[in-house]
């Protein structure tokens, strides 16, 4: 993939040291670039049910007869994904099992410049080898997890030609630069890569652009274009020329201290924007409930929001046994006691709403689920930039659960909101923006039929769930079989 970086350009960002900013004027939704991997891996949970080559999460996946280990959508997956594979295919295959993922990146790193050395095309604008790995830096926990991963890389590949000292710095690169995949529906993290391009992207708190993972175009049957997944940084809101190009490294959704604390912990600086110096919004996350000019105690709320913490540590050790009733039942337990304490945008208050919104939602209990599902939204919308891909994504998911309930005119207002948002943050190609684009369309013509007939749009529904066959109707809404409802 050749490399169109004609938009930016590396320069000194004083103490963040390296920068990009652009330059020409760019409109929010535009690609500033885009990036192949230099080298990606799915992680070891998910090695059988996301594709090693497109990195798409799919059901029934060929596996590699020589290493057993890799999975592939087709052969036309496996056989892009060849030149990437094969020595790790060689190495899996004599060590007899696949090492962790960070042994597997930095193994697929290392072959790479090895075969290409650090820059793979004319458009990269910094060598791998120049990246920052902050391996001085490290905490103590940090460093002995290096160390075991150094040992297992060399059990892995014990005929490497690097020494221990370079191979340690790619780990750290690693670490400090690595970019979490997610799978085509955005909704899960199924690997890490390296873009070194991306790397040169420094941080701010409230950012003017996000990056997505564009899979690649599983519709052509030619190997050569069927798999160039590449991340694409794209604007949020108008970026003026000469203007550092900046990402969010973290969820915004998090005070200013954990923010810095958690930036401080992976990537080894101090956060200086203006959300974290002037604690922008930190108040809303910290909100108390007020009431005719009256806010609950402080010793009260101190006792809600540790009894929020407790209770979401259940809701997680629930959630991983898979006893969602459980989950439920503490959701609206923990909810009940922060309703009349909490503020809307509390950030224990979003976090239980969230939770107990998508559990409800899976065991279809829509109408539940489509209250908290609103709410979570009306908060998040008061946090998040406009055009944020997590607030498209709430929306998104909102709208489909109001769409559930038979919410139909809420449904598609939200559905219309979140498709605004997902064309800024990932583009009019990206999966998710096809289905949105579909739903759209379908609660369109959902709502002008329960615009014409109420009673008549209601009575469909409820046989289309129930999988029963449907009166003839004149028009050409009432000749629609069966409701659609993909999430």
């Known amino acids: 993939m050749t490399l169109d970086m004609d938009n930016v350009e590396v320069f000194d960002a004083g103490e963040k040291g390296r920068g990009l900013r652009t330059t020409k004027d760019l409109c929010p939704g535009e690609v500033v670039f885009a990036e192949p991997s230099f080298a990606a891996v799915v992680f070891d949970s998910l090695s059988q049910q996301v594709c090693h080559s497109c990195f798409r999460r799919q059901a029934n996946l060929h ?6 280990f890799a999975h592939y959508c087709d052969r036309t997956c496996q056989t892009a994904c060849w030149d990437e594979h094969k020595q790790e295919c060689a190495a899996i295959k ?18 790479r410049i090895q075969k290409d050395t650090g820059i793979v095309s004319d458009g990269q604008l910094t060598s791998v080898d120049q990246l920052e790995d902050h391996v001085a830096d490290m905490l103590a926990e940090d460093f002995k997890e290096l160390k075991i991963d150094m040992q297992n890389f060399l059990d892995y590949c014990p005929k490497t030609r690097h020494g221990k000292e370079y191979i340690s710095h790619i780990f750290g690169i690693i670490k400090c630069n690595g970019f979490t995949l997610s799978d085509q529906r955005g909704l899960q993290a199924v690997g890490v890569g390296l873009f070194p391009n991306l790397c040169l992207v420094n941080h701010d708190c409230w950012p003017n652009c996000t990056v997505i993972l564009n899979h690649g175009n599983q519709s052509t049957l030619n190997a050569a274009y069927h798999s160039k997944r590449r991340i694409e940084l794209r604007a949020l809101s108008k970026i003026s020329e000469n203007e550092e190009l900046t990402v969010g490294y973290v969820d915004f959704l998090n005070v200013s201290t954990d923010r810095q ?26 909100a108390a409930k007020e009431i005719d000019g009256n806010k609950p105690s402080d010793q009260l709320v101190k006792e809600v929001q540790e009894f929020s913490l407790e209770c979401l540590a259940k809701v ?53 689920a489509a209250e908290y599902a609103g709410r979570l939204v009306e908060g998040y919308m008061k946090l998040y930039h ?18 559930h309930a038979g919410l139909i005119k809420v449904g598609h207002e939200m559905i219309c909101k979140a498709y605004a948002i997902l064309m800024v943050t990932h583009g009019p190609n990206h999966p998710i923006t096809k289905d949105l684009e579909s739903m759209r369309m379908q609660t369109e013509m959902e709502l002008r039929m329960f615009k014409q007939n109420e009673h008549v749009y209601h009575s469909m529904r409820e046989a289309a769930l129930q999988n029963k066959p449907m009166a003839e109707a004149s028009s050409v809404e009432d000749n629609i079989k069966a409701l659609s409802h993909k999430q």
């Open 94 to 111: 004599k060590y007899e099992k696949a090492p962790n993922e960070n042994v597997r990146l930095t193994a697929r790193v290392l072959w």
């Open 386 to 403: 406009p055009n944020n891909a997590h607030l498209g994504m709430a929306i998104m998911r909102a709208g489909v659960t109001h769409w």
């Open 316 to 368: 997680e050790a629930a959630c991983t046994a898979g006893d969602f009733h459980e989950v439920v039942k503490l959701c609206r337990e923990c909810l009940h006691k922060q309703e009349p304490v909490f503020g809307k945008t509390h950030l224990y208050h979003l976090r239980m709403l969230s939770t107990a919104s998508e559990v409800l939602s899976y065991l279809q209990f829509f109408s539940e």
């Open 261 to 286: 604390r958690a930036l401080k912990h992976q990537y080894h600086f101090d956060c200086t924007c203006k959300s974290c110096s002037e604690h922008l919004k930190d108040d809303l996350k910290m």
């Open 63 to 68: 596996r590699c007869a020589q290493c057993k």
